[in-house]
């Protein structure tokens, strides 16, 4: 069986994470990293990668290469995407692909021009718990759904610097909850209401964003899925999913850094959730990776597609127009020239 070559393009924090993953798994092997941060580069040579660059082009041209690992700044997405693509090189990439739907499209069209796999890093789909919940949900076993809800509350907020730069709330960090609404019960969007304010820091409203959302969205067949948002819970990472149907309920809780609980006198208390996503979902990306790579070996549709990147930023975009304007928006008014604007 052929050995795939695998370059990684960014060393931050998800970088590594893929990096650290991909090194012991079987049948493939990392030939080349890049990242202009010289600490960073100096990360993947520490772990053996022989051929470590400053920019992707260096990095493409050093050695032999079959797929391409996207963890770079979100702006450097969707030009990497379309030169490996072009390439002939298969690309996993951190989601967002882009923040303008016009640019993902183009850059959609390329890959499938090109017949490469891309594969876009929706990693709670591979989260053991959110998939059983889908197991169930897709077995029958609670009978026609009727009511998704799914929370996603951060520790803490992330830098002023990042928020700027990101999209905002909704294309940061909800647009995950968008993916798991549609993943969860295999059905698309009609309609987005939401609401949000500014209720953790006043600092983040200064630059166009908002902290703490709900979202309201119809599927097509007219059920309906709730989500909340907040920047910042005090007892650290909350994500709970549930789905309620016409013969009962499944749902998901947080996992937990022990399932101890103490019984007193004065009540009972238990353990924490974990703290943020690199321990929540640690076993996520592992699995995330696996089944890429059985996807390329295989042949096989890739388990989150461009298209599923393409559906959850047009769920975005919608959330922030039905903000904006205080109103439900269709998803059909959301166009492919739709240009992002923060709130502000």
Do not use: W
């Amino acid at each position: 069986m052929k050995i795939l070559k695998f370059a990684l393009a960014g060393l931050g924090r998800i970088g590594k994470i893929h990096l650290d993953n991909l090194l012991q798994m079987n049948s493939i092997k990392v030939v080349a990293a890049m990242d202009p941060v010289e600490e960073s580069r100096k990360y993947a040579e520490e772990k053996g990668v022989l051929n470590v660059t400053s920019t992707y082009e260096e990095m493409l041209s050093s050695t032999d290469i079959d797929v391409v690992v996207v963890c770079s700044p979100t702006d450097t997405h969707a030009d990497y995407v379309e030169i490996a693509a072009k390439m002939g090189k298969h690309i996993f990439c951190e989601k967002p692909l882009d923040l303008s739907l016009q640019r993902i499209v183009e850059v959609l069209d390329v890959v499938e021009g090109s017949g490469v796999k891309l594969m876009i890093g929706f990693n709670r789909r591979f989260d053991k718990e959110f998939k059983k919940v889908k197991a169930l949900v897709t077995e029958g076993a609670i009978g026609d759904h009727h009511l998704v809800k799914i929370t996603s509350r951060d520790p803490g907020a992330p830098p002023l610097s990042y928020i700027e730069k990101s999209g905002g709330l909704f294309l940061d960090m909800t647009i995950h909850d968008f993916d798991i609404a549609r993943f969860i019960v295999s059905k698309e969007i009609d309609e987005v209401y939401a609401r949000g304010a500014v209720l953790v820091n006043p600092a983040i409203g200064d630059v166009g964003d908002i902290d703490t959302a709900v979202i309201t969205l119809t599927y097509t067949d007219g059920t309906m899925a709730i989500i909340d948002n907040s920047r910042e819970a005090a007892y650290g990472y909350d994500q709970r999913v549930e789905v309620f149907g016409s013969k009962g309920m499944v749902k998901a809780e947080n996992n937990l850094h022990d399932s101890h609980q103490l019984f007193t006198s004065q009540g009972s208390q238990g353990s924490l959730p974990l703290h943020f996503f690199l321990e929540r979902y640690a076993e996520a990306y592992k699995t995330e990776m696996s089944d890429y790579i059985k996807s390329l070996k295989n042949g096989t549709e890739v388990p989150a597609s461009g298209n599923d990147g393409l559906q959850s930023l047009k769920i975005g975009l919608a959330a922030i127009k039905s903000l904006k304007e205080n109103r439900p928006v269709k998803l059909s008014e959301i166009n492919q020239f739709q240009k992002i604007q923060m709130l502000k």
